[in-house]
């Protein structure tokens, strides 16, 4: 069935380091989007992505969209105490329907 | 804020009875969905509504029930509790035209 499958689960920084969460899906995607859920908060949306090769960026965070439209990565450049959080791809089939990855964890350490 | 609420935001209760989630917006979105958010599993849909009256099943939806008689309001019912209905609930609505999720503060229940 359709799913999509988010790596790492976990990651662990240093502030002033990068950060990627990549996701991938096993049949093609009509579009993705992006979403942060601060601790003990509720996910909240960043960006869509839904062109083949598609790059767009926010301030320090860079979203790519593969060419085959079945995978996407979110890269964050010299995280900040600010960037914690969990961070969800969502892939959007072309049923309608919408499935989210499992998530990628991010702690910062000052 | 999004203008989503969901009430009550923190619920235990016990093994078979029944439990009812509430989800209100305020701003007239036809489209409304359910979720359930538990780790390693991240967001899963367990139903959604198109309208009034209109609602279809999800990825997860044995279990739950939904109804939706006026459009600000989605109601979540859990008609037998089970401890496996641990979890946090959100809801969240989309804007016409588009897929994507405004979701509201999430309602945490605990099934002893």
């Known amino acids: 069935g359709q799913q999509v499958m988010q790596i790492p689960q976990y990651q662990h920084v240093q502030e002033g380091e990068d950060f990627t969460t990549y996701c991938n899906s096993s049949t093609t995607l009509s579009n993705i989007q992006w979403y942060k859920q601060r601790p003990g908060g509720h996910p909240v949306f960043l960006i869509q992505l839904v062109k083949s090769g598609e790059v767009k960026k926010q301030k320090r965070l860079t979203f790519q969209f593969g060419e085959a439209k079945k995978n996407s990565s979110l890269h964050i450049t010299a995280t900040q105490t600010t960037d914690v959080g969990t961070y969800f791809c969502?892939?959007?089939?072309?049923?309608?329907?919408?499935?989210f990855g499992a998530g990628t964890r991010l702690t910062v350490k000052p | 804020d999004a203008g989503i609420t969901q009430s009550p935001r923190h619920k235990v209760t016990e093994t078979g009875t029944p439990v009812t989630l509430r989800c209100h917006q305020t701003?007239?979105?036809?489209?409304m969905y359910w979720y359930r958010q538990d780790p390693g599993h991240g967001l899963r849909l367990i139903h959604y509504?198109?309208?009034?009256?209109?609602?279809d099943k999800g990825e997860v939806s044995d279990g739950y029930s939904v109804s939706r008689s006026k459009t600000e309001d989605f109601l979540l019912t859990l008609e037998s509790a089970t401890s496996s209905q641990t979890s946090v609930y959100f809801c969240?609505?989309?804007?016409?035209?588009?897929?994507?999720?405004?979701f509201g503060p999430g309602t945490r229940l605990t099934v002893l």
């Open positions: 969502a892939g959007g089939y072309n049923n309608n329907d919408m499935r």
């Open positions: 509504s198109y309208g009034v009256k209109d609602t």
């Open positions: 701003e007239n979105h036809r489209y």
């Open positions: 969240a609505f989309s804007r016409e035209g588009t897929d994507t999720q405004y």
